[in-house]
Nanobody, 111 residues
Framework: QVQLRESGGGLVQAGGSLRLSCAVP????????MAWHRQAPGKQREFVAL???????NYAESVKGRFTISRDNAKNTVYLEMNNLKPEDTAVYYC?????WGQGTQVTVSS
């Protein structure tokens, strides 16, 4: 059983920042694209950002310019830096790679 361990969620006011982390087993992390998705109440899970082993990144239009995905190869960890958060960013955020999902971490942005 592969475990992706997310952390860093919480409650923040609009305009604030949070950084999410996802620790990944080395054998999974090294050669795979890492991604973040999110699911808001009553909505389908949606793509947020991805990063390849070569550090190419791609973002959903709704978060471009505000969110930054990165990976630390020495720590087998992927991050999602979220700035200028908006109430519509409220969701459970999931780490994803190679068909494996994390348990999710709640992000709540108050207006």
């Amino acid at each position: 059983q592969v475990q992706l361990r997310e952390s860093g969620g919480g409650l923040v006011q609009a305009g604030g920042s949070l950084r999410l982390s996802c620790a990944v087993p080395l054998r999974i992390f090294s050669n795979n694209v890492m991604a973040w998705h999110r699911q808001a109440p009553g909505k389908q899970r949606e793509f947020v950002a991805l990063i390849t082993p070569g550090a190419y990144t791609n973002y959903a239009e709704s978060v471009k310019g505000r969110f930054t995905i990165s990976r630390d190869n020495a720590k087998n960890t992927v991050y999602l830096e979220m700035n200028n958060l908006k109430p519509e960013d409220t969701a459970v955020y999931y780490c994803y790679t190679n068909e494996y999902w994390g348990q999710g971490t709640q992000v709540t942005v108050s207006s």
